[in-house]
């Protein structure tokens, strides 16, 4: 496996970090812990005393890029406000097989209560963060920039993210209210490029909201030129959905540099590097949340 980890600076990781929503991460730990554990785990109050403490490990059993950690470092100290949380590896840097990510000592019913919520959040981020950075590595010398979709699981959109920028990809729209993006659905119900442009143009003005930017989706040539002209001076990037390369190549020309260009649809690791050197400026790869495979981690009590 190929990986390129792109080195942060302790700011530029603090600043990433900051851009997760602490209320929305409570309340997800609080949601996991409560499905998890019911009423009860019934069979450590069976086996182990109240008041017992142990140590634990997180062990890599993969190779990959990390992430998740400080994720996990919450839900410690949610089970037990009292742990005591050792970090070695930080989020965002590359694994191998053997890495031990982090020690913790806690109570051991606090342990075992955390284990399985820690362990899916964090072989799923550690997962999208993987290929997210395989998916970078693939472009990382060409003048591209790599997104993300919408294409999430649904209530941890926001840590899936995070993993994404942890691999070294960039976030597009965080939900339906931060961007105006007309794809074919709304093109269809609207009644064409032009129409459905027009009464974006005019549903934003009519509500203030100038500062939200607008991707325009087309599926062929016609739609394109159709997208250039109704949206002159007004629309921000025209999406190019599942073009062939020769006509994504004649596309990106001519859009030039009037509108921002983008890539979307069946991109993959085998084709991204051929789509990104057509000159398209983004590609969106709904892959990289949809598709990611967990990586192996254990959470194994040393003591």
Not at 59 to 88: F, R
Request: glycine content about 6%; aromatic content about 6%.
């Amino acid at each position: 496996m190929r990986l390129k980890f792109i080195k942060k600076s302790i700011l530029t990781y603090f600043i990433m970090s900051a851009t997760i929503n602490q209320i929305e991460l409570q309340d997800f730990i609080a949601r996991g812990l409560r499905e998890d554990i019911g009423n009860g785990d019934h069979t450590s109050l069976a086996c182990i005393p109240s008041d017992a403490k142990a140590k634990a490990i997180l062990k890599v059993k993969d190779v990959g890029v990390l992430a998740g950690v400080e994720v996990a470092k919450q839900i410690l100290l949610t089970v037990d406000p009292n742990a005591i949380v050792n970090i070695l590896i930080q989020d965002g840097t590359p694994v191998h097989v053997g890495d031990i990510a982090f020690e913790v000592e806690a109570n051991t019913h606090a342990l075992l209560k955390a284990e399985r919520l820690l362990l899916n959040t964090m072989q799923r981020m550690t997962g999208i963060a993987t290929l997210s950075n395989q998916y970078f590595f693939e472009v990382e010398d060409l003048p591209v920039t790599i997104l993300d979709t919408r294409k999430t699981t649904p209530n941890i959109r926001f840590l899936e993210k995070w993993a994404v920028r942890l691999g070294g990809c960039t976030n597009y729209r965080i939900g339906l209210y931060d961007r105006f993006m007309i794809k074919d659905n709304h093109v269809e119900a609207a009644g064409g490029v032009k129409n459905a442009i027009n009464k974006v143009l005019e549903y934003r003005k009519a509500n203030h909201l100038e500062d939200l930017k607008i991707t325009v989706e087309v599926r062929n040539l016609v739609e394109l030129y159709d997208a250039m002209e109704a949206g002159k001076g007004t629309i921000d990037r025209i999406m190019l959905d599942n073009f062939e390369l020769p006509l994504l190549v004649e596309a990106v020309e001519v859009i030039g540099d009037q509108f921002e260009s983008e890539a979307s649809g069946g991109i993959n690791l085998h084709t991204i590097r051929q789509v990104a050197m057509t000159g398209v400026q983004y590609i969106s790869v709904g892959a990289l949340t949809h598709s990611a495979q967990s990586l192996d981690l254990s959470f194994k009590i040393i003591g």
